[in-house]
Each structure stands twice: as C-alpha cells, then as structure tokens.
C-alpha cells in the first residue's frame, strides 16, 4: 500500500494500528506548517516538521535538508506509537506530496515498509467536509529500532563515479526552468548535474494533488525501466522523494536517492 484515500482513512481513523502525520511545511515561511497543524489537522494525526524533525542541522556539505539522525527520528515515531513493522503510517500535507513523501521514503530507508501518503492530501480532505480539529493527541508508546537500508541513498562521490555508466541514469526532479538555469529561486548556482535528465516532481500527480494512475506512472517512466540503477535528486533531497514514490507506483525499484541533491553538490564549487 503506498497511498490510501480520504474514504479509507476516515474509516481508520481510530484504528490503534494506524498513525497519522502531518507534514506541511513551507520553504518560504518555516515556521508556516506547525502554526496551520496547531490550528487545524486530521484527528489524531502527530505533527513532523522538515526542517526540524525530517532533516539535520545544515553544515558546509550535505546540502540545505541532510537527512535525520536515524536514532532521533524512531524516537520521535516511538513516542507517537509507531511500532517497527507494525503500524501503518499515513503521511499528509497540502503540497502535492512534497514533504509527505520525504517521510514516507525517510521510513523506508529506516526499515520500516508500513507507511503510505494521502492521495490529495490535507486541502482535498477540507474540500471534501472531512471532520478537523485542533486537538493534539497525546504521546504514545512505541517500540522502533530502525535497519537502516543503506544501499537506498547515495552521495556526491557514488553520483560522480556512477552518474556516466552506460547503465545508471540521474535524474533530477525540478521544474524544468530550474533544471535549464533559467530560474533559480533558493540556490546560489543555477543549472545541473552534467548528464542529468528532467522529471519534475510535479508531473506526479494531479494539480488537484491527487496521484495519476499507476498506469500513467509506468509510463512516466517507460524509457528508463531497463536501467540498473535510477539515481534520483531535485534541489535539497525532498521533492526527489515524490519520484521516488512514483517510480514505486510504475513498479521499479531500482530508484536510488541523492540525499544531498543539487546544493550538495553546488556547495563544492
């Protein structure tokens, strides 16, 4: 399961197997997501923030989101009642997957396979008179120790050694005027890495932020099924996450994350 409705979560809304997430966030406004999750969420749903709990502090390297300590981030899940292997986590957020994606890739990396995202996320659910509250529930006790799936994410020297085999393509995941150079709002270099083909992360789903069937997925993806390794990356190592996760609709699981991404990798020169 890697997406469940608004019907099947209303249904399993107070089902002790099921933790919810909410994970908006705003690039623009960090301090956006929590003040909207603090005023109006799904009942029962805990609170992630990317900066804060999806990703670790920045340094020289690593990029503007390096991925969380691993031990940090199944403490946080743990104290929400997540159990490894156990519990089924449904992410949400109102940015067509963006950062509900992170953490469901962030637990598959941790080792744990139960999680899915809301197809149409937080806003489709108010749209839809879906009940809201500005209750925060309790901490929970859960037991998460993660198996860290190393082979998942790779970094700056594997996409430089790897990124030119005859069968490994790169791919980045920006709108296409960033990925051109045209337009570079957050990074200090525009452009991108030399070999690199475009996927927008936002060709994923629906602008309503629904995701396109698995069939369009699949063919999304058609040209680079064949390849051994598909090394995905956007601008920080979220966004990348949603292809990432479409690549698992269309059923390729050679997907690989660049964790560092386009500001890892201007950050060397």
Known sequence: MIAVSHQWLIEHLEDPEVVIVDCRFSLTDPQQGIQQYQISHIKNAYYLDLNKDLSAPVQKHGGRHPLPN????????????????????????????????????????????????????????????????NIIPPARVGNFIPQIQAEMVVDRQAVIKRKDMPNVVLVDSRESDRYHGIREPIDKIAGHIPGAVNYPWLQVTDSAGYLLPSSQQHQRWSELERAEEIIVYCGSGVTACVNLLSLELADIHTGKLYAGSWSDWISYY
């Open 70 to 133: 691993p031990d940090e981030l199944a403490s946080k899940l743990a104290r929400m009642g997540v159990n490894f292997q156990k519990t089924l986590v449904v992410a949400y957020d109102d940015s067509r997957l963006a950062f509900a994606a992170r953490l469901w890739w962030l637990l598959h990396y941790l080792g744990h396979q139960q999680v899915a995202v809301l197809d149409g996320g937080f806003s489709e659910w108010q749209k839809a008179k879906y009940p809201v509250t």
